[in-house]
């Protein structure tokens, strides 16, 4: 597709269920970046893919999240028995990654899911 | 300290008037610099990014880079209604940081 595609756009779910949201990026875009963000709050990083690197999962806020991204393309944010602090929208990003400087290319955003934990 | 500050405002300005949104940074490593725009409820939208010290303009918007003083801004002119949303800085540093964003209102 023209853009990064997030599925689904909204997400209700009861509190100890495990959500997984989706994100397709732009054809080519090697990097990937997961997104929390609160309401009325800036961004939260999550966690970060490069090509075949290991990824940066510095941000993860805990155990219960994890993240995979399969054949270097889709990716899916997974979050383990959900609790009411995680409702957000969850934004994905990608971008194209040059070689040196693979964090230094801008990031194109999907429309987010807006996880809402009940 | 933040990695990345910004006044939340909001701030407000008449249409047709110039918009200058400001943002400091805090790793003097950083590489890039980009301005987001986003509006209520929905994703953030890149407007510009600046790599080197000075200024880059492209339409109305002009990004401006400072490394000395660990400053971005973000020039608007010839505001308009549609501008009104929240811009959001980003530096890479060792990681890629977003401020908290500043709300502008474009008072027709």
């Known amino acids: 597709g023209a853009g990064v595609s997030q599925s689904p756009s909204n997400k209700v779910t009861e509190k100890g269920k495990d959500v997984e949201l989706r994100c397709d990026p732009i054809s080519g875009h090697t990097a990937l970046y997961w997104y929390r963000q609160s309401l009325g709050q800036g961004l939260e990083f999550l966690i970060y893919f490069q090509g075949n690197s290991a990824p940066d999962k510095s941000g993860l806020p805990s155990d219960r999240f994890s993240a995979e991204r399969t054949g270097g393309s889709v990716s899916t944010l997974t979050i383990q028995r959900t609790q009411q602090e995680d409702s957000a929208v969850y934004l994905c990003?990608?971008?194209?990654?040059?070689?040196?400087?693979?964090?230094?290319?801008?990031?194109?955003f999907g429309d987010g899911t807006r996880l809402s934990i009940l | 300290q933040k990695e990345v500050e910004q006044n939340s405002g909001p701030l407000s300005v008449p249409e047709g008037a110039i918009a200058s949104l400001n943002c400091t940074y805090s790793d003097r490593g950083s590489q890039s610099f980009f301005w987001y725009r986003q509006y209520s409820g929905k994703s953030p939208e890149l407007i510009m990014f600046?790599?080197?010290?000075g200024d880059k303009e492209d339409g109305r918007f002009t990004a401006q880079l400072n490394k000395a003083s660990q400053y971005v801004s973000l020039l608007i002119r010839d505001s308009q209604p549609s501008d009104s949303a929240t811009y959001l800085c980003?530096?890479?540093?060792?990681?890629?940081?977003f401020g908290t964003g500043t709300s502008l209102t474009v008072i027709p």
């Open positions: 980003a530096v890479n540093g060792n990681q890629f940081y």
């Open positions: 600046i790599y080197s010290n």
């Open positions: 990003a990608s971008s194209l990654a040059k070689a040196l400087l693979p964090r230094n290319q801008p990031q194109h």
